[in-house]
């Protein structure tokens, strides 16, 4: 089971740690990804890590915005965003793969969600 937390409102400008928590199984066997899904489109990758080192993964439209990171000991993934925009809002997902994909209809397991809401 993977749950989020993390999300909410912030004023433009700003900064959210989004933090995904496994149960069940453990992160270091699993690479832990983020996406997002806007009002009326598809989940787009964002972030992913594998906590036994690779480098981590940051999709090219959140580069230097968004970063990835993991703490083993707490089996958790976060998301540390910066610099927030308006069309940053989105439902934000945590999703887990035991290979190194991208695609949504790669992942294994799916967390619920969590809002994120951004104005200007």
């Known amino acids: 089971q993977l749950v989020e937390s993390g999300g909410g409102a912030v004023q433009a400008g700003g900064s959210l740690r989004l933090s995904c928590a496994a149960s069940g199984r453990s992160f270091s066997r699993y690479y832990g990804l983020w996406f997002r899904q806007k009002p009326g489109k598809g989940r787009e990758f964002l972030a992913g890590?594998?906590?036994?080192?690779?480098?981590?993964w940051i999709a090219d439209s959140v580069k230097g915005r968004f970063t990835v990171s993991g703490d083993n000991a707490k089996n958790t993934v976060y998301l540390h965003m910066d610099k927030l925009r308006p069309d940053d809002t989105a439902v934000y997902y945590c999703?887990?793969?035991?290979?190194?994909?991208?695609?949504?209809?790669?992942?294994?397991?799916w967390g619920e969600g969590t809002q994120v809401t951004v104005s200007a």
């Open positions: 999703a887990a793969t035991r290979r190194p994909r991208t695609a949504p209809g790669d992942m294994e397991y």
């Open positions: 890590i594998n906590t036994v080192g690779a480098p981590p």
